[in-house]
Each structure stands twice: as structure tokens, then as C-alpha cells.
């Protein structure tokens, strides 16, 4: 029975790659990435020569049934993102939906753990964790007001990501659309793991504050208490 890999790669910081991953990675004759540019360079710094094929969120269906097809017939193949845990707010987990219902009893799908900006910024907040929502890239539009109104009015911790061009945006909305004498804490990370990370705590307007002097681009991992 032929295996689907799905294989944890660093956030940021190189050596947060496990052991098994490597070995896995060197392993498997073809390797499914977001971007074959970004993980060339992470396979190079490790030495590993493998054979890349492009899948991320623009992929059309025909790329999702040759893999499939890849995997019936043809062997192992391990899928990786760009950063972090495949099948979070990411587009594999498309393929593992496909598998699950077309190659159920003829793949296996094997977790390969590691890095995910979610378990690492939760890790650091201080906030409770016992129970959280994630919910992956806020819309740019369309749903975006509905899912601040029920960040604000959850009792459980929210997590969501964002990006560097709609970052201040999306906390002002928040801020304006919270209830006066709200008390919630909010946690901001920026390139978690890499050179220039970035933490930013405290109520929405000392937050933002805040943010308004960091001019460096990255993805950003927003928690509200």
C-alpha cells in the first residue's frame, strides 16, 4: 500500500525540522510543495535531492486527480507547505479530503509532526488554551464583519492569521466593532522562529499602537482572549 506523507516543515527557523522528517523527505521519490522556489532551498539546506511538483491553492482539479492517480499507481509521495503543518488553513488538506473518500483502503496517510504557527504562538500567549477556535485567513470581505462579531463574543480564546497588507485593518474593525469597557487581551506575532520575530501584547489599542511602528512585512498569527 502506497503512503501520502504529510510532512511538517520549519515556520521559519531551519533547524526546526525533525529527525523524521528528513529522513522521510530523502526518502520519497516525489514531494508535493506549495512553491518549488521555497522548498528547493530548504531541501538544498539539507542536502536532499528530490523530485518537486507544484500544488498549493490555485491548483485546479486536475492536478489533485494526477496525484491521486500518482499515488494509486506509482508510489510514496510526501506533501509539504511553504511553512508549517499541511491541511492548516492550507490547501492540502483538499488532497486529504480526496483520498479519504476515493483511495480510502488503498493509501495510507501518515502525520509526519512538527512546526505550526498556531501551536507556537498558543504556546507563548499566556491565554487560556484549554479551548480555542482557530479560524485560519479572516475573508478579505464577504463574512469578515459576521466572524469579528464572534471573535468578540466568544467565551473561548480566538485564533486567526493574517496578512502584512490587511493586518491594521482587520484590528481596527475589531477594535470598532467591540463594546465599550471590553476587556480583552490580544497577543500579535509576526515571523515566529525567523531573524526579525515580533510579539506584540496588551489590549487592542496598545496593540495597534504598537504595530504602527513596525514596518516589516510577514504573516501575522492574531490571538484574542
Known amino acids: 500500500m502506497n503512503k501520502l506523507y504529510v510532512v511538517a516543515t520549519p ?3 531551519l533547524g526546526d525540522i525533525t529527525f523524521r522528517a528528513l529522513e522521510i523527505l530523502g526518502a520519497v521519490p516525489l514531494i508535493a510543495c506549495e512553491d518549488t522556489r521555497v522548498s528547493s532551498k530548504l531541501l538544498a539546506h539539507y542536502q536532499i535531492k528530490a523530485k518537486l511538483v507544484s500544488y498549493h491553492q490555485h491548483s485546479d482539479a486536475g492536478k489533485v486527480d494526477w496525484l491521486i492517480k500518482y499515488l494509486k499507481n506509482e508510489g510514496d509521495l510526501a506533501l509539504i507547505t511553504d511553512a508549517g503543518t499541511p491541511g492548516i488553513a492550507d490547501p492540502g488538506n483538499q488532497l486529504i479530503a480526496e483520498l479519504v473518500t476515493k483511495l ?13 504557527a498556531l501551536a507556537t504562538a498558543l504556546s507563548i500567549s499566556g491565554l487560556p488554551t484549554d479551548k ?6 479572516l475573508p478579505h470581505k464577504k ?9 468578540i463574543a466568544s467565551e473561548i480564546t ?10 491594521m485593518k482587520t484590528l481596527q474593525k475589531i477594535k470598532e466593532s467591540m463594546p465599550p ?21 496588551g489590549d ?16 501575522f498569527t492574531v490571538i484574542i482572549s
Not at 480566538?158 to 493586518?167: A, D, G, L, M, P
Not at 489599542?205 to 504598537?210: A, C, G, M
Open 11 to 13: 515556520i521559519g527557523n
Open 104 to 116: 480510502k483502503d488503498q493509501v495510507e496517510i501518515v502525520p509526519v509532526p512538527g512546526a505550526s
Open 132 to 137: 480555542f477556535i482557530f479560524w485560519g485567513f
Open 143 to 151: 463574512g469578515k464583519e459576521t466572524i469579528v462579531k464572534k471573535i
Open 158 to 167: 480566538s485564533v486567526f492569521y493574517e496578512s502584512t497588507h490587511r493586518i
Open 181 to 201: 469597557g471590553a476587556k480583552k487581551k490580544i497577543m500579535v506575532c509576526r515571523e515566529l522562529t525567523k531573524k526579525f520575530e515580533s510579539v506584540y501584547r
Open 204 to 219: 487592542i489599542s496598545q496593540v495597534i499602537e504598537l504595530l504602527k511602528n513596525d514596518n516589516s512585512k510577514g504573516e
